[in-house]
């Protein structure tokens, strides 16, 4: 908590606002590989939120105060998957594509090149809110060794089964139902139609 507010003071002080609209940034990297803009680190329970008017990384609020997660802390770094938008006339959320990046922690404001390797499809409040699992393209910061739906379903149930878990009890306010999950092949092209390629 206390880093947080030291960051966020920084920033406050320091006109640390960005030049670069995260959100409006590459769906790819030069490389060819989607990327993802990483909001909340790996094993932090703190919510924070990338502020498109600001254009800076600050803990999101709710009624006032601070969100923290009364629960595991986030299993995977969390953010999403710029130049797209789940929009809400057609059920979306009216937010760009939500991504966990199973991998050591990343900081928040980090661009990593990602490889989608499937996709829990959520429902929130009525809403589509569905979660793209990537593994970072650089194999030097993956913690697990699958690179498709198949692989990962056979190697790792129990990431897996924790990731629904955690979606389910992470937020007591939230009334979340979990659909089913999509392979890499319909993440990908979930990835496609939310930036309007399809």
């Given at each position: 908590?206390?880093?947080?507010?030291?960051?966020?003071?920084?920033?406050?002080?320091?006109?640390?606002?960005?030049?670069?609209?995260?959100?409006?940034?590459?769906?790819?990297?030069?490389?060819?590989?989607?990327?993802?803009v990483i909001e909340i680190p790996a094993g932090t329970n703190s919510k924070i939120e990338y502020d498109k008017v600001d254009r800076i990384f600050k803990p999101s609020l709710r009624d006032g105060k601070e969100r923290t997660i009364?629960?595991?802390?986030?299993?995977?770094?969390?953010?999403?998957?710029?130049?797209?938008?789940?929009?809400?006339?057609?059920?979306?959320?009216?937010?760009?594509?939500?991504?966990?990046?199973?991998?050591?922690?990343?900081?928040?404001?980090?661009?990593?090149?990602?490889?989608?390797?499937?996709?829990?499809?959520?429902?929130?409040?009525?809403?589509?809110?569905?979660?793209?699992?990537?593994?970072?393209?650089?194999?030097?910061?993956?913690?697990?060794?699958?690179?498709?739906?198949?692989?990962?379903?056979?190697?790792?149930?129990?990431?897996?089964?924790?990731?629904?878990?955690?979606?389910?009890?992470?937020?007591?306010?939230?009334?979340?139902?979990?659909?089913?999950?999509?392979?890499?092949?319909?993440?990908?092209?979930?990835?496609?139609?939310?930036?309007?390629?399809?």
């Open positions: 908590m206390r880093y947080f507010l030291t960051v966020l003071l920084l920033c406050l002080f320091s006109s640390c606002k960005s030049k670069v609209d995260y959100l409006k940034s590459e769906l790819r990297s030069e490389n060819g590989y989607f990327q993802a009364d629960f595991l802390a986030y299993p995977a770094n969390y953010g999403f998957i710029p130049s797209t938008f789940s929009n809400p006339e057609k059920g979306g959320d009216g937010d760009a594509l939500d991504v966990m990046v199973l991998s050591s922690t990343i900081p928040s404001g980090k661009i990593v090149e990602i490889i989608p390797i499937g996709m829990i499809k959520l429902m929130d409040a009525g809403e589509q809110d569905f979660k793209v699992i990537a593994i970072p393209a650089d194999k030097g910061l993956r913690t697990i060794s699958a690179e498709n739906f198949k692989d990962f379903v056979k190697k790792y149930e129990p990431a897996k089964n924790i990731l629904e878990s955690w979606f389910l009890n992470y937020d007591p306010a939230d009334d979340t139902k979990i659909q089913g999950w999509a392979d890499e092949k319909e993440t990908e092209q979930e990835i496609l139609r939310l930036h309007g390629e399809l």
